[in-house]
């Protein structure tokens, strides 16, 4: 084990080192809204009142990689089954960058390889949640404030 900052964890996601899998690539790319553990934990201290909401994350697959969906998302289905008794399957013929375009409002993970995920999200935060910041491993731009 080592430990990684943030933004280092993005960086060898990227090059390979280590795997994130989805929720946690989101989860780190929250983190690096903050600069440091004192201010992570002023933020969650006060978040905690707030409430939290249950999330199910949806698979579409497209002809060249995944999304997960979240709630929010415009293509995120009205009833998702939280019970796995429906089995719903998301998929089109659509390529990732197609769907990009095509859609406005999003909460999503793009997924196009086991080390190339993608955080979008431009929905209004709930209970006073931080958003990831949007990050894409396939690149260095990460913008954190790390």
Request: aromatic share 8%; glycine share 4%.
């Amino acid at each position: 084990l080592q430990w990684s900052s943030p933004p280092e964890a993005i960086e060898r996601c990227k090059s390979q080192e280590i795997q994130l899998a989805p929720p946690q690539f989101y989860e780190v790319c929250r983190l690096c809204n903050f600069s440091s553990l004192s201010e992570l934990h002023t933020f969650s201290s006060d978040r905690a009142l707030e409430g939290c909401e249950r999330w199910l994350p949806v698979m579409l697959n497209a002809s060249d990689g995944y999304i997960q969906l979240l709630p929010g998302d415009e293509l995120y289905p009205e009833d998702p089954d939280y019970t796995g008794e429906k089995q719903i399957s998301m998929s089109t013929d659509k390529k990732i960058e197609d769907l990009m375009k095509e859609g406005s409002v999003f909460h999503r993970i793009v997924i196009k390889s086991i080390n190339n995920l993608a955080v979008y999200v431009n929905i209004q935060a709930k209970y006073k949640h931080m958003h990831p910041l949007m990050i894409n491993s396939d690149r260095s731009d990460h913008n954190s404030r790390l």
